[in-house]
């Protein structure tokens, strides 16, 4: 069956080190991958997507890597703040439709 | 440029009530989608409109839901007769193309029926 998962349910790290959250598939296909951060109370706000021929996206303090042998993708937050405190979603985007699927989240607390 | 947006941002309904959720998606994006937060679940795929055209609405749990896009700006999601397991926080998210690139979302409908 089709399963998506990010690592763990919650991340705690210190400020200023940096954070690793996974996202592991089963079963898909995705041409797309995309990261989200929610809030409490708000929608997903999305970050970065990498494509399924790229190995690695940068964007500020933020990097996500893709391993389609793998069926992996990593996401990095270096020198992490506690403003950076969240959940973060991984979504999949099979291409041959327009669905995004997404893991259930991990929620990062970042101390200071 | 404003966000998307969805109205109301709560609403708590009695089972058999009718609901109408609304989201008015950034102006100019002709992809409009619905998604669907049940407790402890992830986020799931509703439907997919381009402009006032259905592309896909596979992710519709039953007939009770009934999304519209007149005219091809806002949309509407009525849920009739609402259903217990129909609580959830229902998002709304727009895009200007349909793939290779990031949704914004609103901030979403809490929906509770008791």
């Known amino acids: 069956s089709q399963k998506i998962e990010q690592n763990s349910e919650a991340l705690n790290i210190q400020e200023g080190k940096t954070a690793t959250l996974t996202c592991n598939y089963t079963?898909?296909?995705?041409?797309?991958l995309q990261w989200y951060r929610q809030d409490p109370g708000r929608g997903p706000v999305f970050l970065l997507l990498i494509r399924e021929n790229e190995k690695e996206k940068r964007k500020e303090r933020l990097k996500v890597t893709f391993d389609t042998t793998l069926k992996q993708s990593l996401f990095h937050i270096t020198a992490s703040q506690p403003a950076d405190s969240a959940t973060y979603l991984c979504a999949l985007d099979e291409g041959s439709n327009y669905k995004l699927t997404f893991g259930k989240g991990t929620l990062l607390t970042v101390n200071p | 440029e404003a966000g998307v947006t969805q109205f109301p941002s709560h609403s708590v309904i009695e089972k058999g009530q009718t609901v109408t959720l609304r989201c008015d998606p950034i102006s100019g994006h002709d992809n409009l989608y619905w998604y669907r937060r049940v407790m402890g679940k992830e986020i799931k795929f509703l439907l997919h409109?381009?402009?006032?055209?259905?592309?896909?609405e596979s992710g519709m749990p039953n007939n009770r839901f009934l999304a519209e896009r007149t005219g091809g700006t806002y949309s509407t999601l009525k849920v009739q007769p609402a259903e217990l397991e129909d609580s959830g926080v229902y998002f709304c998210?727009?895009?200007?193309?349909?793939?290779?690139?990031?949704?914004?979302f609103g901030s979403g409908t809490r929906l509770t029926v008791v």
């Open positions: 409109f381009v402009k006032e055209s259905k592309q896909d």
């Open positions: 079963n898909y296909s995705p041409a797309y």
């Open positions: 998210a727009s895009s200007q193309v349909t793939q290779g690139s990031g949704y914004t």
